[in-house]
């Protein structure tokens, strides 16, 4: 992996609607650019407003069903997809059942496999057989997680199981309702989302201000596992009006490269 950095975008939503028409916007700009390209998606909630646009669009006739792969980010390990709290199910409520993709046409990463290093090499070869990621949209942990890459994690982190970190495990109690959230994770690795030509980091909420500001304008470093995005050619933050406070397009536009 080269530390070249390219170039980054600031996009500012003062609400829900605006923040799901410019990811919406961004994506499918990204889709036009390079039809098939491989697509990641991450679940939570931050996309949920951007998937809803998406799916609008596609009801309203103005956007057909991708054509591309899209390609699962991670999963609680040992979680079945009839568990309606696992992040397939999530993805497959939110995005492919609105969009009308089948289920042949994603990449999974299962959490229940015997073997699961054999899952992790097996959905890389995967994703390789299609011409590796185009796009990836990501959300971002309150720790500087992408996926369940939880720091440390550097820019050759591979696609493994990770233990959850306490900030992961405390902030994705809410979506457990007080059962016990599995400790474990399966993640598409770092390395692999840093090959995608276009990421769109997609951020909402004043909790998310300090570690999007470290992750687009601090300095590299595995403790904030997101602060290597800007290696990817093309990275789009698509953040609400409370994460992006205080921060302007010249500051995340105008580095020259990794460690400034
Ligand atoms: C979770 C997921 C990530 C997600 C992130 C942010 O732990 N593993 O894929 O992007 O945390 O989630 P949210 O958008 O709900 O804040």
């Known amino acids: 992996m080269s530390s070249r950095a390219g170039e980054a975008h600031l996009l500012v939503a003062s609400s829900d ?15 036009n650019d390079s039809p098939g390209g491989a697509t990641i998606l991450a679940t939570g909630w931050t996309p949920i407003p951007v998937f809803r646009e998406l799916a609008t669009r596609h009801a309203r006739g103005e956007l ?7 390609v699962q980010l991670d999963e609680y390990v040992g979680v079945e997809d009839s568990d309606p709290r696992s ?12 969009l009308e993709v089948k289920a042949s046409g994603v990449i999974r990463l299962r959490g229940t496999t015997a073997d699961s ?10 994703v390789a057989a299609v011409g590796g990621l185009h796009l990836a949209v990501l959300g971002l942990g309150p720790n500087g997680h992408v996926g369940f890459n939880e720091p440390p994690s550097g820019p050759t982190a591979s696609t493994r ?10 902030s994705n109690a809410r979506y457990w309702e007080g059962a016990e959230v599995p400790v474990e994770g399966i993640t598409a690795g ?41 290696r990817v050619p093309r990275l789009i933050v698509v953040a609400d009006d ?6 302007t397009q010249e500051e995340i536009g105008s580095r020259s490269g990794p460690g400034i």
């Not at 057909?64 to 899209?70: A, D, L, M, S, Y």
């Not at 300090?210 to 290597?228: H, K, M």
């Open 242 to 247: 409370d994460a992006a406070a205080g921060l």
């Open 161 to 170: 199981v990770v233990p959850l970190s306490p900030e992961s495990l405390a």
């Open 87 to 98: 992040l397939y199910t999530w993805l497959d409520r939110e995005f492919l059942t609105p």
């Open 190 to 230: 770092l390395e692999l989302l840093l090959s995608a030509d276009v990421v769109i980091l997609v951020v909402a909420g004043a909790h998310k201000r300090d570690i999007l500001r470290r992750s687009v304008t601090g300095p590299e470093s595995p403790e904030v596992p997101a602060s290597y995005l800007r």
């Open 117 to 126: 290093e054999q899952e992790c090499r097996r959905f890389d070869a995967a």
């Open 17 to 31: 609607e605006a923040f799901g028409r410019l990811g919406a916007d961004a994506i499918q700009a990204a889709w």
């Open 64 to 70: 057909g069903t991708p054509g591309c792969p899209i």
